[in-house]
């Protein structure tokens, strides 16, 4: 049984670009969350989705955005990169019925220039 | 507005003594806090929780501690390995909020031989 995968393990971007990262959940987990973790920091919530919508939402920027497909799966997309978005983006799913039954992807490391 | 705090950034302790982690919230509506565990180049890992109807819940060598009039909790770890070697994680959430976790900037334990 597969954890949460998420691709790429690692990307670089230029100020400006766009980014799309991406989150395949647990088996048997509907719901995905997003989240992020910037350097001696611990991980901020973006934002969740729940029967592919947005449901709940951090306090972040409209830059970023997202998508949950039939299949459960999601996309993290972040426009107009800036430097401060450089991070470690972790993804996280869980059946509706608990937070305690998280669980983590390794994340994707991006880095902008 | 760091509404979970951990205000130890290290800890180092000796093979086979306790580990205390401790761990503050300012948020009188959180009520399920977890601790998260994480080794470098891997997501974090749940370890245990606690419901804000409970003041300790155990699980094997790990028991967390939770004191709502100080929102104040603490994880304790006996005996101490080696292989607890990584960054713990205290997180918090309100119960109409699942999936919205907020994290402590995390610490960073030690156990040496």
């Known amino acids: 049984d597969a954890g949460v995968t ?28 997003w989240y992020q973790q910037a350097l001696g920091q611990g991980p901020q919530f973006i934002f ?13 920027p409209d830059r970023f955005s997202g998508h949950q497909f039939p299949n459960y ?11 401060g978005d450089s991070a470690l983006y972790l993804c996280a799913s869980s059946p509706i019925s608990g937070a305690d039954t998280q669980y983590f992807g390794p994340g994707t490391r991006l880095t902008v220039l | 507005d760091q ?26 509506m959180f009520d399920y806090f977890l601790w998260y565990k994480k080794y470098p180049a891997e997501g ?21 501690f939770l004191n709502k009039s100080a929102k104040h909790l603490s994880l304790h770890i006996v005996p101490s390995q080696p292989g607890d070697s990584a960054v713990y994680f205290c997180a918090a959430t309100e119960t109409d909020s699942w999936g919205k976790l907020q994290f402590g900037a995390g610490t960073q334990v030690v156990v040496t031989p």
């Open chain 1, 6 to 33: 998420q691709s790429p393990t690692h990307l670089i971007k230029t100020r400006g670009q766009q980014v799309t990262l991406r989150c395949s959940p647990k088996s048997g987990h509907d719901t995905v969350s």
């Open chain 1, 48 to 60: 969740q989705y729940y029967e592919e919508e947005e449901r709940q939402r951090g306090n972040f």
């Open chain 1, 73 to 83: 799966s999601s996309e993290l997309n972040v426009n107009a990169l800036l430097l």
């Open chain 2, 3 to 28: 509404q979970v705090k951990q205000n130890s950034p290290s800890l180092s302790v000796q093979e086979g003594r306790i580990s205390i982690l401790n761990c503050d919230y300012t948020n009188s």
């Open chain 2, 44 to 64: 974090p890992t749940f370890l245990i929780s606690i419901s804000s109807i409970k003041d300790k819940n155990e699980d094997g060598r790990f028991t967390v």
